[in-house]
T-cell receptor
Framework: LAKTTQPISMDSYEGQEVNITCSHN???????ITWYQQFPSQGPRFIIQ???TKVTNEVASLFIPADRKSSTLSLPRVSLSDTAVYYC????????????FGKGTKLSVKP | GAVVSQHPSWVICKSGTSVKIECRSL??????MFWYRQFPKQSLMLMAT?????????EQGVEKDKFLINHASLTLSTLTVTSAHPEDSSFYIC???????????FGPGTRLTVL
């Protein structure tokens, strides 16, 4: 199982771009990288998933370098409502890796 | 995206009683569902994998006789906390795989408080 490492916390201000990096040195060939967002007392919510290079959707971008040993979640122009815990998970389809949550990154957005 | 619901959203019970939590996939069929537990200010911890029509697979350290899991249909899995004690108070979250997309969709969670 590819273990993930993220910063415990990050602070930002409204309107800024936030980049959260996740290290996964032991990522396997078939593994995907998935990011989730969790608000207090709610279940995690899928944000974005990628395998290599760059993926973008309406809420975020995911940057994955060629060696895939890390990934960066980019949140453009954050708002107060983006204050949450962000988790990155690494695993292939149906694998246990997709079920193992690390400690996550607590993002605090200030006005 | 796919929707997963849980019921109840919160429950308070007396020590020694049993509590059942339901997890439903509303717009898709889920042969596999998962149950997590989350204590305050901690990450999600996988408890067990629920397989439709077969026995659940429990993670190391999770008592299968205490946390009974039933996955009787392709849209419903239940977790029963038997003889609950205050230390079982936690936030229980279920999820389901969407096979075609390799995505895991989570329910809103159930807050269990055992007095």
């Amino acid at each position: 199982l590819a273990k993930t490492t993220q910063p415990i916390s990050m602070d930002s201000y409204e309107g800024q771009e936030v980049n959260i990096t996740c290290s996964h040195n032991n990522i396997a060939t078939n593994d995907y990288i998935t990011w989730y967002q969790q608000f207090p007392s709610q279940g995690p919510r899928f944000i974005i998933q990628g395998y290599k290079t760059k993926v973008t959707n309406e809420v975020a971008s995911l940057f994955i370098p060629a060696d895939r040993k890390s990934s960066t979640l980019s949140l453009p122009r954050v708002s107060l409502s983006d204050t949450a815990v962000y988790y990155c998970l690494v695993g292939s389809k149906g694998s246990q890796g997709n079920l193992i949550f690390g400690k996550g990154t607590k993002l605090s957005v200030k006005p | 995206g796919a929707v997963v619901s849980q019921h109840p959203s919160w429950v308070i019970c007396k020590s020694g009683t049993s509590v059942k939590i339901e997890c439903r996939s509303l717009d898709f069929q889920a042969t596999t569902m998962f149950w997590y537990r989350q204590f305050p200010k901690q990450s999600l911890m996988l408890m067990a994998t629920s397989n439709e029509g077969s026995k659940a697979t429990y993670e190391q350290g999770v008592e299968k006789d205490k946390f009974l899991i039933n996955h009787a249909s392709l849209t419903l899995s239940t977790l029963t906390v038997t003889s609950a004690h205050p230390e079982d108070s936690s936030f229980y979250i279920c999820s389901a795989w969407v096979d075609r997309s390799n995505e895991q969709f989570f329910g809103p969670g159930t807050r269990l408080t055992v007095l």
